[in-house]
């Protein structure tokens, strides 16, 4: 059987790239879901120049157009869910119901974003003067490059795509080179819309070609970024340097608070669900599970039980509870923040350990360490993998300290019954997102997703506040005479 072959989509045309990649399955390396085209820098300003051109029609378009657009994507998503959710299983390596789930996500956020096409407007006060009117209006920003990692296939991409589209921006996006297949599948779904020509454009290929081409442009008014802190920070520091709008969202290393007084059965929960599922491959996952004296044991046993049962196999398989490492790299990475854990003292409980299955594929049991401290590496550094480790505290006050001690500030939890402590935790947890008795991972489409310190930069994504990186405001004084 011939592998099939996918092209990049620029200028309302699909081209061929000077070269192509292969999109492995990572629950089976035998298995090539495509060669997927890899864009050069001419492909890329090409691209930029095609959405610059678009600029002016898609700015000019009316609510209901692009209404119309955005629920027409989350309408055919939604149709076709248990297909596209394969895909992205398949080439991301999270469980089917997960690959669903986060299909479905996507058209969700779709069609709110639809609806904030029709919502979105600005303000009229009364001026400071006699006989003015001021009325703040909402404007695209222009050009936006949208660039995204591999963990959340076409979940990211589209709380990126959809308000860009909704707020009349013109787009180039482009995908991590290990998932590209979702993201050629919304580009797709795109190209039959009645978006003008150009206004939306796939770029796939290598970040330090396409990604910083789509970076430096001039033409290009807002960089909106997902991915690594190194990236990241390199990102920023040249967008701002020729004043483009940048929002990033990195890295966290977010805690888990388990008090004395917790719900034991809902602790253990909060803690294996957002620190072991997608296998562990979430910004939002805890790695960090901070744990007082009195429930330390029970809740250390709890666990480990817990990751007895869960079965490491094929995404597709059915009965799967986590799928594989998405790659040899990051599993070879993963390994080597056990060893240093164990390195520095830590004591590995349960798994860790490379394990095989039928089919080829990156396949690791989850990690769990006790014994450790917060000044460790395996406390400070992302692992981005199904690691976590527990470090045990006396009380509330240096649960929170502990917790807020990282350089990141993403998603932070607490597990206990008493409200003074969740109350205290929702009011000085340092991270753009907090959760009482719930995984530190799992948010809803419709409110803000972000986080402080390290973690992010720019203004929020997701929800209403998504306008405010996505249009630009003016303020018009007029005498009324
Ligand atoms: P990455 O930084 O390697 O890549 C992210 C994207 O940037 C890819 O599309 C890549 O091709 C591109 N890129 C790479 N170099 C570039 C350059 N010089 N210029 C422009 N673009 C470039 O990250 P990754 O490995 O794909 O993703 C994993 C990371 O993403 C983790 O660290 C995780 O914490 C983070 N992440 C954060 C969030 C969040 O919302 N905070 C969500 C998901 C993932």
Same mark, same amino acid.
């Given at each position: 059987m011939t592998t099939p072959r996918f092209h990049n989509f620029i200028d309302g045309q699909w081209v061929a790239g000077d070269a192509s990649r292969p999109n492995v399955n990572p629950s089976d390396t035998?298995?090539?879901?495509g060669e997927y085209a890899q864009a050069d820098e001419a492909q890329a300003l090409a691209a930029i120049a095609a959405a610059e051109s678009a600029a002016p029609a898609w700015a000019a378009s009316t609510p209901q157009q692009r209404f119309d657009v955005l629920d027409a994507v989350g309408s055919e998503l939604l149709a076709r869910k248990d297909e596209i959710g394969r895909l992205l299983s398949r080439e991301e390596g999270k469980t089917l119901p997960e690959g669903i789930g986060e299909t479905v996500r996507a058209a969700m956020i779709f069609k709110f974003f639809a609806g904030e096409a029709l919502r979105h407007g600005g303000e009229a006060l009364p001026s400071v003067r006699p006989g003015v009117d001021v009325e703040i209006t909402r404007h695209p920003v222009g050009v936006v490059s949208l660039i995204t990692p591999w963990n959340f296939p076409i979940a990211i991409p589209a709380w990126k795509i959809a308000p860009a589209l909704a707020f009349g921006n013109t787009v180039v996006h482009k995908p991590a080179e290990l998932v590209p297949g979702c993201a050629w599948t919304l580009a797709e779904i795109l190209s039959r819309?009645?978006?003008?020509?150009?206004a939306f454009n796939l770029l796939m290929g290598p970040g330090s070609r396409v990604g910083a081409t789509m970076v430096d442009?001039?033409?290009?008014?807002a960089i909106s970024f997902t991915g690594s802190v190194a990236t990241g920070r390199r990102l920023i520091a040249a967008a701002a340097a020729r004043q483009a709008k940048v929002q990033a969202e990195m890295g966290g290393k977010n805690p888990l608070v388990v008090l004395d007084d917790a719900d034991l059965g809902v602790a253990v929960n909060a803690a294996v669900q957002s620190a072991y599922f997608s296998t562990g491959q979430?910004?939002? +996952?805890?790695?960090?599970f901070i744990v007082t004296a009195g429930i330390h044991d029970a809740f250390v046993a709890a666990v480990a039980d817990k990751l007895r049962t869960l079965k490491v196999d094929?995404?597709?398989?059915?009965?799967?509870?986590i799928g594989p490492v998405v790659d040899a790299r990051q599993l070879a990475s993963n390994l080597a923040h056990i060893e240093r854990a164990k390195g520095d003292g830590a004591e590995l409980v349960f798994g860790g350990d490379v394990v095989e299955r039928e089919t080829p594929g990156f396949y690791q049991r989850p990690a769990l360490f006790v014994n450790?401290?917060?000044?460790?590496a395996i406390s400070r550094?992302?692992?981005?993998?199904p690691v976590a480790n527990v470090v045990r505290v006396a009380d509330y006050d240096e649960a929170l300290a502990v917790a807020n001690d990282t350089e990141f500030g993403l998603s932070s939890g607490i597990c206990t019954r008493s409200l003074k402590a969740a109350a205290n935790f929702r009011r000085h947890?340092? +991270?753009?997102m907090v959760m009482v008795n719930l995984p530190t991972a799992g948010v809803d489409y419709h409110v803000p997703f972000g986080g402080t310190k390290g973690s992010s930069h720019g203004p929020r994504e997701?929800?209403?506040?998504?306008a405010e990186f996505y249009s630009t405001v003016k303020t018009s004084y007029v005498a009324a005479g």
């Open positions: 035998n298995d090539i879901i819309t009645a978006l003008p020509r150009g442009a001039p033409a290009v008014r979430r910004c939002t +996952a805890s790695s960090r094929h995404a597709l398989k059915a009965g799967t509870d450790t401290t917060n000044a460790m550094e992302e692992v981005f993998g947890a340092q +991270a753009g997701q929800g209403a506040y998504a």
